[in-house]
């Protein structure tokens, strides 16, 4: 059975860091692109970041340039987002989600997300 | 960074058919990038509900059916359920800025 498990989330202050994780199962990871996605409270999904199979290419949503950085093993099957300089918009469900291997593929399975609360 | 236009909120009675537009521009829909849609179910996770503009996963219902034209996409639920009550969100790909792109969201009530 497929599975997206992240963990990591919690509560930040502004300026803090944070580490989330996001462990696969049940598929071949080092196969897919995966995202990361977001979502506010009561808002609608954002995208994040992506990060091909091997880990060599990554994007991000401009908010998250400079501040946040995904990686992934795919020894240990899991992918994670770095998240630094934490600002209370950061405030957000966050959900992994994998593709497949190229540009604008559907992201055909996602995590059940992880909450992530800047606050003083 | 682009955003495709959603409406904010449809609805519709049970058995009826209801459209939710996805409006991009030329950076993204309207450059050639498929579409996809994905249904939110309150309080869980997003799952993919049309891919590749027209395309449906294996265990969505057909009554669930995506189209796409110029820089406009729109998914169609006809046979309207009380189980269909769910945020749903396209989403497509700007190349200009390697990012995928989602709509704001459209909230659908089944009266």
């Known amino acids: 059975e497929m599975q997206l498990v992240e963990s990591g989330g919690g509560l930040a202050q502004p300026g803090g860091s944070l580490r989330l994780s996001c462990a696969a199962s049940g598929f071949t990871f080092s196969s897919h692109w995966m995202h990361w996605v977001r979502q506010a409270p009561g808002k609608g999904l954002v995208w994040v970041a992506r990060?091909?199979?091997?880990?060599?290419?990554?994007s991000y949503a401009d908010f998250a340039k400079g501040r946040f950085t995904i990686s992934r093993d795919n020894a240990k099957n899991t992918l994670y987002l770095q998240m630094s300089s934490l600002r209370d918009e950061d405030t957000a469900v966050y959900y992994c989600?994998?593709?497949?291997?190229?540009?604008?593929?559907?992201?055909?399975?996602w995590g059940q997300g992880t909450l992530v609360t800047v606050s003083a | 960074q682009s955003v495709l236009t959603q409406p904010p909120s449809v609805s519709g009675a049970p058995g009826q058919r209801v459209t939710i537009s996805c409006t991009g521009t030329?950076?993204?829909?309207?450059?050639?990038?498929?579409v996809h849609w994905y249904q939110q179910l309150p309080g869980t996770a997003p799952r993919l509900l049309i891919f590749g503009n027209i395309n449906r996963p294996s265990g969505v219902p057909d009554r669930f059916s995506g189209s796409k034209s110029g820089t406009s996409a729109s998914l169609a639920i006809t046979g309207l359920q009380a189980e269909d009550e769910a945020d749903y969100y396209c989403?497509?790909?700007?190349?200009?800025?390697?990012?995928?792109?989602f709509g704001g969201g459209t909230k659908l009530t089944v009266l």
């Open positions: 989600a994998r593709s497949r291997e190229g540009y604008n593929f559907p992201k055909n399975y």
């Open positions: 030329s950076i993204d829909i309207g450059a050639g990038y498929d």
């Open positions: 990060i091909n199979s091997d880990g060599i290419s990554t």
């Open positions: 989403q497509s790909y700007d190349s200009s800025l390697s990012a995928s792109v």
